[in-house]
């Protein structure tokens, strides 16, 4: 079983930075693919970012591209969401999710196998 708990939320005004962290629990933290995701309400959640059990490889949505970066830190079983240049339309709850096994990267909600509880991000005007 893993455990995820995000952190870094808050309010930040239009232009901001805000860094996001996911702290997972479990042995095998380096051997999990992981993602960042968000979500409004009454919307799909929204795939943002991906990154493999190396680090190696990273993937973004559209809506991510150029301003969001994943990074992840297998000695201190954390993976990160660095976001700049914020927008009011990114404010959202924001989630990290962990899959078992896999050595590339996924962008489907159903590809992961393990949800943190989400933080929320509020971008002001």
């Known amino acids: 079983q893993v455990q995820l708990v995000e952190s870094g939320g808050g309010l930040v005004q239009a232009g901001g930075s805000l860094r996001l962290s996911c702290a997972a629990s479990g042995r095998t933290f380096s051997g999990y693919p992981m993602g960042w995701f968000r979500q409004v309400p009454g919307i799909e959640r929204e795939f943002l970012a991906a990154?493999?059990?190396?680090?190696?490889?990273?993937y973004y949505a559209d809506s991510a591209k150029g301003r969001f970066t994943i990074s992840r830190d297998n000695a201190k079983n954390t993976v990160y969401l660095q976001m700049n240049s914020l927008k009011p339309e990114d404010t959202a709850v924001y989630y990290c999710a962990a899959r078992h096994s896999g050595s590339y990267y996924y962008i489907r909600n159903n590809d992961y196998d393990y949800w943190g509880q989400g933080t929320q991000v509020t971008v002001s005007s």
């Open positions: 990154i493999s059990w190396s680090g190696g490889i990273t």
